[in-house]
């Protein structure tokens, strides 16, 4: 599967950015779908989780509450709908797929995942 992620850009702090994951090649509804993000000088980081069926989501500690994932399997498309955003929310983030036999699974490491999009920067100012 191919992803696509787009929807960053420079927003001040306790702004809002939506971003989107366009998923083309495969069965999209059949993969698990994830966000993750890496800062200059960090490892790539687990942001949020979803099944494929978008019944369970699961988010890191450091955005509960400020951020929501979703799918739309018949656009093909995972979006991350971040509010309240602050500097340290600053880095590339990155979309991940991941197959998966049965529809309740999440996965929050980035082994765990297959197929990377090329990420989208997201810069918050204080």
């Known amino acids: 599967v191919q992803l696509q992620a787009s929807g960053g850009g420079l927003v001040q702090a306790g702004g809002s950015l939506r971003l989107s994951c366009a998923a083309s090649g495969r069965t999209f509804r059949r993969y698990a779908m994830g966000w993750f993000r890496q800062a200059p000088g960090k490892e790539r980081e687990f942001v949020a989780a979803?099944?494929?069926?978008?019944?369970?989501?699961y988010y890191a500690d450091s955005v509960k509450g400020r951020f929501t994932i979703s799918r739309n399997n018949a656009k093909d498309t995972v979006c991350l709908q971040m509010n309240s955003l602050k500097p340290e929310d600053t880095a590339v983030y990155y979309c991940g797929a991941r197959y998966d036999y049965i529809g309740r699974n999440y996965y929050t490491t980035v082994g765990e995942y297959a197929y990377w999009g090329q990420g989208t920067q997201v810069t918050v100012s204080s």
């Open positions: 979803i099944s494929w069926s978008g019944g369970n989501t």
